[in-house]
């Protein structure tokens, strides 16, 4: 027998298939499915057959056919039962009805592990509810939404078995269970909406819900009947049975909510169990069998509509995601910049998820739609996300509990979806989810249920039957998995673009340079080219020079077309200079400068007859560069400093070095004309000359020479100045 | 056929005009044989080979139609007899690749064209006390 003693402790583990019980208001008989021997009774056989329970065991089936009168004389339960098993199904068979002690009962047979179950309940119902049953059916599946459907469910059940409250309970995630429709006597408090606790429907009750469809518990209040039997040590299965007995919890459990009769549907979505319709009456009312059964033909009825209204509502949404993924792709593919084309239209980043706001950090700008946290929030956010997850996709519904900071903007924010979108892990798209301050109305407080008993807790739930609220806070709503699969498929599309777009712009790279190289190649050949005309002009001219019949104003003009031959053959040198310094490959060396400087000098100083001025070398720290070009850098500035300085009455030019940090910085002071702040920004550009120096010879070219080898190097080229006080130009050269 | 002082390669006429007037006022006992392209003075130097005559100094122009001045400057570098005949590029460009190249091929000396006619007449002087007299003493 079972000695299982049960209490909220353990009550997860207790048997409840096997109850060696059943409720009183039928009788159960078990025959062994080889000999077909009487092996179980319910003791309450006696009041229902008069004759002591007992007497029947093991005996043979045809001894109870004495007792049962039936509808064809001839016809004995044996015959039924060889027929079912012929036929494996005792559908079609049972409810079969016949009369025990002139009172109508419905014999029922189901299996059990080595036995038959045959369970005799009374016929209650005079009339045939079969078409009651097909018009609900179709009202029921009137409904268009899951949520009409279960009102209309819980409408028709109430219709067909009366009784005084019917509920959808749905099961959530983690198990709980809520109120999702109601309909019920007016005079009743509502349930509608309150939450239950995963304790409340144990796991093996809820196995055996999906087992046997429906379950009567006809009166709370009546007492037990035992299964008597000769096999002690092997309890009775009787999961497929309808008159199996209730676990005393559960019996205290409808108590207290004062209900005395209860009844449920299964209701089973793709293979599991979605939830119940629970019925409840505040009377004991038994449900006759062929309403039970129509009950039940509603509830798979339910269930195969939530099936498919839950795979449509669901096909709805991935549907709606993929065309937003469509939409957008269309955008990128139009639109010159990634951020406008995810944001700037009608259907946006925001419609990828079922989120509420959205920020994207893109080339280093954030952008946002919808609600967000302020942009310091997203960006401490981000530098967080960078070091807490190493994934393309993070997402939590529950943010303020892990990360701290975002408590203060959870209405915002307590769910969110970060992807990133590019190596660099800047870059990246969340979306946001506020928070849903909940407000879950538990039925009864799990907390008081354990009411201790003389030194043991025993049982007794659910004692005080109020409604405790509970809000959840700091959380949002869940993220989806077609919502994490829209994101993923967003991200590949957003990638792909990104790439596309880099390989773009390598390519223009690419031509630009080219281009660039064509140019220095072009200047350069054209330059050369001029300088062997230009030179043959000059020489005929210095050849006529020497012509004795040419007169002093001849002479004159001649020196006029030989000082600008000079003229326009320095400016060719000067810019075939330039495009040397984009064309030839440099050679990095140790250059030493005071040597080199002292070259340079001695150059410039016998070129410009600069005798007069002054020159002060500070310290010459040796450069890393390309020797002919770092030489051509300070022949220009040196040049303009002699160049610019030379009208002064004491003219004078320093040169002097430092290191600082990774670089050595060289500055060529002057105390000349100086250079306009105002042109600060043309200085170094080509063939640009300030107005000051007008009457000075120049081409414009060699501050842009010296500005494009200090760039070649990586370098730095600058300058402070003040006019009619003097320049400094500052170049400065890595060490590495 | 005589024997040239300078073998010079130029396509520029006017350029070898200049040479012509500069030589002159040099020196006008300087015997200066001049060819236009790298075909003419291919054969002149073939000529040179056969005839047993050396000048004692070639330029040669580095841009010229067709053979170029780094082209005749590999052949004359093959010719046995040739070899020893200092030769000196002559050209517009002042490009240290070039130079570079020149040097490499074997080139005596590079020198990037005087600007104007005072310039080249001063460069012939150095060019001519160079290979003419303190070059030869030294040989």
């Given at each position: 027998m079972n000695k299982f003693s049960v209490d909220l402790t353990n009550c997860d583990k207790?048997?409840?298939?096997?109850?060696?019980?059943?409720?009183?208001?039928g009788l159960l008989i078990a025959v062994n499915k080889?000999?077909?021997?009487?092996?179980y009774i319910s003791d309450n056989a006696s009041l229902f057959?008069?004759?002591?329970?007992?007497?029947?065991?093991?005996?043979?089936?045809?001894?109870?056919n004495s007792f049962i009168k039936q509808?064809?004389?001839?016809?004995?339960i044996e015959d039924l039962l060889k027929l079912g098993v012929i036929k494996k199904t005792f559908d079609s068979i049972t409810p079969y009805p016949l009369v025990i002690n002139e009172n109508p009962f419905y014999l029922i047979i189901s299996p059990s592990e080595n036995d038959w179950l045959l369970e005799f309940e009374p016929v209650?119902?005079?009339?045939?509810i079969q078409s009651l049953i097909g018009r609900s059916a179709s009202s029921i599946l009137k409904g268009k939404s899951v949520s009409d459907l279960l009102k209309g469910a819980v409408v028709e059940v109430k219709k067909l078995i009366g009784y005084d409250r019917i509920m959808i309970y749905k099961f959530l995630d983690d198990g709980h269970g809520e109120v999702v429709a109601e309909e019920k006597e007016s005079d009743l408090a509502s349930f509608f909406g309150l939450h239950y606790p995963a304790?409340?429907?144990?796991k093996q009750a809820r196995e055996l819900y999906k087992l046997n469809l429906t379950r009567l518990i006809?009166?709370?209040n009546t007492v037990d009947s035992p299964i008597i039997t000769f096999?002690?040590?092997?309890p009775l299965d009787l999961?497929?049975?309808?008159l199996r007995a209730v676990s005393p919890i559960h019996i205290q459990y409808l108590k207290n909510m004062g209900v005395y009769s209860s009844f449920s549907i299964s209701l089973i979505v793709n293979n599991e169990l979605w939830g119940l319709i629970a019925c409840h009456n505040y009377s004991s009312k038994f449900i006759d069998y062929k309403a039970r059964e129509g009950s039940k033909l509603i509830g798979q009825i339910l269930s195969s509509a939530l099936e498919y209204r839950q795979e449509e509502e669901d096909s709805e949404v991935v549907e709606q995601f993929k065309d937003t993924a469509t939409i957008i792709t269309t955008h990128l593919n139009r639109d010159k910049y990634l951020v406008e084309a995810l944001t700037g239209?009608?259907?946006?980043?925001?419609?990828?998820?079922?989120?509420?706001g959205v920020a994207i950090i893109f080339e280093n700008v954030l952008k946002t739609i919808g609600n967000v946290p302020v942009e310091t929030d997203i960006l401490e956010l981000v530098a967080w996300l960078k070091i807490n997850s190493d994934e393309s996709i993070y997402y939590t519904h529950r943010l303020s509990e892990i990360f701290l900071p975002a408590k203060k903007y959870k209405s915002i924010a307590s769910g969110i979806l970060a992807c990133s979108i590019?190596?660099?892990?800047?870059e990246i798209i969340i979306w946001f989810k506020p928070e849903q301050l909940t407000t879950v109305n538990w039925a009864g407080n799990a907390d008081k249920s354990v009411i201790f008993d003389q030194g043991s807790a025993s049982l007794s739930p659910r004692k005080s039957f109020e409604i405790w609220a509970q809000i959840i806070s700091n959380t949002s709503e869940k993220w989806f998995p077609e919502e994490i699969t829209s994101v993923l498929r967003i991200r590949e599309i957003i990638v792909t673009f990104i790439n596309k777009k880099a390989n773009e712009i390598r390519l223009l790279n690419e031509k630009l340079q080219a281009a660039y190289e064509e140019l220095d190649t072009f200047s350069y050949t054209i330059s050369h080219d001029l300088k062997t005309p230009l030179t043959s002009i000059k020489t005929y001219a210095e050849l006529l020079l020497k012509n004795?019949?040419?007169d002093g104003n001849g002479n004159k003009m001649l020196e006029r077309i030989i000082s600008s031959a000079n003229k326009m053959n320095f400016l060719i040198r000067e810019i075939l200079n330039l495009a040397r310094v984009g064309r030839s490959e440099l050679t990095f060396e140790t250059v030493n400068m005071s040597s080199l400087l002292k070259d340079i000098n001695a150059e410039i100083w016998t070129a410009f007859k600069a005798d007069n001025i002054e020159l002060i070398l500070g310290q010459l720290l040796s450069l890393k560069g390309d020797k002919t070009m770092i030489a051509q850098v300070f022949t220009n500035l040196i040049s303009n400093a002699v160049k610019y300085s030379?009208?002064?009455?004491k003219p004078k030019i320093e040169i002097s070095s430092y290191t600082n940090g990774e670089e050595t910085i060289y500055a060529v002071s002057d105390?000349?004309?100086?250079?306009?702040?105002?042109?600060y920004d043309r200085?170094?550009?080509?063939f640009k000359r300030m107005?000051?120096?007008?009457?000075i010879d120049g081409t414009g070219v060699g501050l842009a020479i010296v500005k494009r080898i200090v760039e070649r190097h990586n370098g730095r080229v600058w300058f402070e100045s003040k006019l009619n006080a003097g320049s400094i130009f500052y170049v400065a050269f890595k060490n590495r | 056929m005589k024997t040239p002082d300078i073998f010079y390669v130029e396509d520029d006429v006017d350029y070898a005009f200049f040479m012509q007037t500069a030589v002159q006022e040099l020196k006008d006992t300087i015997n200066l044989t001049i060819v236009e392209d790298g075909t003419e003075a291919l054969h002149s130097l073939q000529n040179f080979a056969e005839s047993k005559t050396k000048p004692k100094l070639i330029l040669l122009d580095?841009?010229?139609?067709?053979?170029s001045g780094l082209d005749l400057l590999k052949i004359i570098r093959d010719i046995p007899y040739l070899k020893s005949v200092p030769v000196i590029l002559f050209s517009t460009s002042d490009d240290p690749e070039d130079v570079q190249a020149s040097i490499e091929f074997g080139a005596n000396a590079y020198l990037t064209?005087?600007?104007?006619y005072d310039n080249l007449v001063k460069c012939l002087h150095s060019v001519h006390d160079f290979w003419f007299n303190q070059h030869l003493r030294l040989n």
């Open positions: 207790e048997p409840i298939h096997i109850p060696g019980k059943i409720q009183s208001h080889s000999d077909l021997n009487i092996s057959l008069k004759a002591p329970a007992k007497n029947f065991l093991e005996k043979p089936l045809t001894s109870l509808q064809e004389a001839e016809f004995k209650t119902l005079q009339y045939d304790s409340d429907i144990p006809a009166d709370v096999k002690e040590y092997a999961t497929n049975g309808s239209h009608k259907r946006t980043l925001l419609d990828v998820t079922k989120g509420t590019s190596k660099d892990p800047d004795k019949s040419i030379s009208m002064e009455d105390n000349g004309i100086g250079i306009d702040n105002r042109y200085v170094f550009e080509l107005d000051n120096v007008k009457d | 580095l841009n010229l139609p067709g053979l064209k005087p600007d104007g």
